[in-house]
T-cell receptor, first 108, second 114 residues
């Protein structure tokens, strides 16, 4: 079967760094997306990785290892507005398979 | 500004009733999608459309129907055959159905059963 795993919930402190992991087992791989979703709102695109390595975009970075079926999203200098769910999705043979999301709670 | 508009934000369905969720985009995107989001689960695809007058079933199409008569519009009808309709429904679009294209989402409709 096809499966994506993410931690259900994480807590971090304002100003700190947090890493949200995503592991996947899919029949094919054509790229991995990260989206941010505030409660009751639309998911918004954060990053896309198709090759191994780290992609940096401001305070957010995303890493991919295709051989390990593993990705992480790194958030630096956390702000209260980063409190949200973070969704990992893998493109596999024209399907987009979604993880259940990681709820990130930021404490002052 | 371009974007995707979903309406209504909240919707209540009575037993045996069909309800229609609206989705409109002015991004000039060819592809549009409907997802269902339940607590503790990943997004699940209901239907998608790659082009006007064409649509395909997703993973959980039973009890739902769609139409794509205009490029801008992709309404979803939740029929009385859908026995567990309570969920958050998200409409999305992309430039095309190609592999690398990111999705743009609407702000969602929360459907509840009375």
């Amino acid at each position: 079967g096809q499966n994506i795993d993410q931690p259900t919930e994480m807590t971090a402190t304002e100003g700190a760094i947090v890493q949200i992991n995503c592991t996947y087992q899919t029949s094919g791989f054509n790229g991995l997306f990260w989206y941010q979703q505030h409660a009751g709102e639309a998911p918004t695109f954060l990053s896309y990785n198709v090759l191994d390595g780290l992609e940096e975009k401001g305070r957010f970075s995303s890493f991919l290892s295709r051989s390990k079926g593993y990705s992480y999203l790194l958030l630096k200098e956390l702000q209260m507005k980063d409190s949200a769910s973070y969704l990992c999705a893998v493109r596999s043979n024209y399907q987009l398979i979604w993880g259940a999301g990681t709820k990130l709670i930021i404490k002052p | 500004d371009g974007g995707i508009t979903q309406s209504p934000k909240y919707l209540f369905r009575k037993e045996g009733q069909n309800v229609t969720l609206s989705c409109e985009q002015n991004l000039n995107h060819d592809a549009m999608y409907w997802y269902r989001q339940d607590p503790g689960q990943g997004l699940r695809l209901i239907y998608y459309s790659q082009i006007v007058n064409d649509f395909q079933k997703g993973d959980i199409a039973e009890g739902y129907s769609v139409s794509r008569e205009k490029k801008e519009s992709f309404p979803l009808t939740v029929t009385s055959a859908q026995k567990n309709p309570t969920a958050f429904y998200l409409c999305a679009s992309s430039i095309s159905h190609q592999q690398r294209e990111k999705l743009f989402f609407g702000s969602g409709t929360q459907l509840s059963v009375l």
